[in-house]
């Protein structure tokens, strides 16, 4: 049984590529996380039983430690998902975004180096590294255009600077000392497990909890949207079967205003758990002071993958936002132990520094 390293893998995407690539695949899993307030280990809860999972808590900024981990496991492959990923956050305390994003990169990319140099020729040929990046790497556009693979990278923000750096940080990898890589540029995600500080599960969590619903400037800003699960299986298919050395866009063509996705929440949410005064969600509504430098614009031409992999994603918008609507409705402990920090006291009881 081959052995892959997952880092990030106690985080919204991780933890949905981790859950398919148990149900789906032979791969054992060494998943690399160091549980910030972000990870969050009950979002594996559906695979605790599985004995092809392992957990290790470590923060990829340590060589020593992953080192250990590459010499006790070694893994066929990475893939790197592990990163501060929230841009508001970015905006207010850029440190953490330059030391995981970028310097815990670079040391995650050394240790895999390291250990891939030393491997005998056929482990060494089908080695792959794997890093996970976003559209928000290529800037803003206008109303109209997409980005597609050779797009100039144009980061506005300090998360998008710090993971356009990781990228180059990547590409240098394979092209000075050629370490196999591949790398994915997505649209935003949303679906099950994911932190209430994004947008659609912030929305659904106000909503519910008779909290305004906070809209940045006008609310029309555009997104393209991906639902996890269909990331998730690009994600694999891109490790499995993508030409190393490239880099493969991944995006949902379901372009919406923050408008038309909080709108369309609020309709799902009266339909599925009405507020006990019969009127919409809607109401909730209120525009706050818009983010500084705030991307007007994403928009991603996914034709590379569906064209060389035949990946196309499987929820519309609608299918989607259904399911996650439910998800996050049927879960509120889930999410209530995500914000009262009960979580990571567990885990500090639980793990202690492991
Ligand atoms: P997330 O914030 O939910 O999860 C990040 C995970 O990384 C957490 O479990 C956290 O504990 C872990 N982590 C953070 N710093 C670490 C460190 N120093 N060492 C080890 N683990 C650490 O993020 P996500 O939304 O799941 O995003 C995963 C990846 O996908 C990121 O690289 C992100 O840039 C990228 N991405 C996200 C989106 C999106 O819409 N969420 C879209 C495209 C790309």
Same mark, same amino acid.
């Given at each position: 049984?081959?052995?892959?390293?997952?880092?990030?893998?106690?985080?919204?995407?991780?933890?949905?590529?981790?859950?398919?690539?148990?149900?789906?695949?032979?791969?054992?899993?060494?998943?690399?996380?160091?549980?910030?307030?972000?990870?969050?280990?009950?979002?594996?809860?559906?695979?605790?039983?599985?004995?092809?999972?392992?957990?290790?808590?470590?923060?990829?900024?340590?060589?020593?430690?992953?080192?250990?981990?590459?010499?006790?496991?070694?893994?066929?492959?990475?893939? /790197?998902?592990?990163?501060?990923?929230? +841009?508001?956050? $970015?905006?207010?305390?850029? =440190?953490? @975004?330059? %030391? #995981?994003?970028?310097?815990?990169?670079?040391?995650?990319?050394?240790?895999?180096?390291?250990?891939?140099?030393?491997?005998?020729?056929?482990?060494?040929?089908?080695?792959?590294? /794997?890093?996970?990046?976003?559209?928000? +790497?290529?800037? $803003?556009?206008?109303?109209? =255009?997409? @980005?597609? %693979? #050779?797009?100039?990278?144009?980061?506005?923000?300090?998360?998008?600077?710090?993971?356009?750096?990781?990228?180059?940080?990547?590409?240098?990898?394979?092209?000075?000392?050629?370490?196999?890589?591949?790398?994915?540029?997505?649209?935003?995600?949303?679906?099950?497990?994911?932190?209430?500080?994004?947008?659609?599960?912030?929305?659904?969590?106000?909503?519910?909890?008779?909290?305004?619903?906070?809209?940045?400037?006008?609310?029309?800003?555009?997104?393209?949207?991906?639902?996890?699960?269909?990331?998730?299986?690009?994600?694999?298919?891109?490790?499995?079967?993508?030409?190393?050395?490239?880099?493969?866009?991944?995006?949902?063509?379901?372009?919406?205003?923050?408008?038309?996705?909080?709108?369309?929440?609020?309709?799902?949410?009266?339909?599925?758990?009405?507020?006990?005064?019969?009127?919409?969600?809607?109401?909730?509504?209120?525009?706050?002071?818009?983010?500084?430098?705030?991307?007007?614009?994403?928009?991603?031409?996914?034709?590379?993958?569906?064209?060389?992999?035949?990946?196309?994603?499987?929820?519309?918008?609608?299918?989607?936002?259904?399911?996650?609507?439910?998800?996050?409705?049927?879960?509120?402990?889930?999410?209530?132990?995500?914000?009262?920090?009960?979580?990571?006291?567990?885990?500090?009881?639980?793990?202690?520094?492991?």
């Amino acid at each position: 049984m081959k052995t892959l390293f997952v880092t990030g893998g106690a985080g919204f995407i991780g933890s949905a590529l981790i859950r398919l690539l148990i149900a789906e695949s032979d791969w054992r899993i060494v998943n690399i996380d160091k549980l910030t307030y972000a990870g969050n280990l009950e979002s594996l809860a559906d695979i605790a039983d599985s004995d092809r999972h392992v957990f290790s808590r470590t923060d990829i900024c340590d060589r020593a430690a992953l080192d250990a981990l590459f010499a006790e496991h070694q893994p066929a492959g990475v893939i /790197h998902l592990a990163a501060e990923s929230h +841009v508001d956050r $970015s905006i207010h305390g850029p =440190g953490d @975004f330059i %030391e #995981t994003n970028i310097s815990g990169t670079y040391t995650l990319l050394e240790a895999a180096r390291a250990h891939w140099s030393a491997l005998d020729p056929e482990p060494k040929a089908t080695f792959r590294f /794997h890093h996970v990046s976003t559209d928000e +790497v290529f800037g $803003s556009l206008g109303a109209t =255009g997409l @980005f597609v %693979e #050779t797009s100039p990278y144009q980061p506005n923000s300090p998360y998008s600077a710090s993971k356009a750096a990781s990228d180059h940080l990547v590409r240098a990898w394979h092209h000075t000392y050629g370490l196999p890589t591949v790398i994915t540029n997505c649209s935003n995600n949303y679906g099950p497990c994911q932190f209430p500080e994004k947008l659609i599960p912030l929305m659904i969590h106000n909503a519910v909890s008779d909290k305004p619903l906070p809209i940045y400037g006008k609310g029309d800003n555009v997104r393209d949207w991906l639902y996890v699960d269909d990331h998730a299986r690009a994600l694999r298919l891109v490790f499995e079967r993508g030409s190393v050395g490239e880099t493969y866009n991944i995006g949902g063509h379901n372009e919406k205003t923050n408008l038309e996705v909080v709108d369309t929440l609020c309709a799902l949410l009266d339909e599925l758990k009405p507020r006990h005064d019969r009127r919409s969600y809607r109401e909730q509504k209120i525009s706050v002071a818009d983010r500084p430098g705030h991307d007007q614009r994403y928009a991603i031409d996914a034709g590379k993958i569906q064209r060389e992999l035949g990946w196309t994603p499987q929820e519309t918008f609608e299918s989607g936002l259904a399911k996650t609507v439910r998800w996050y409705l049927h879960n509120p402990a889930w999410i209530a132990h995500v914000i009262s920090g009960e979580y990571r006291q567990w885990m500090e009881r639980n793990y202690g520094d492991r």
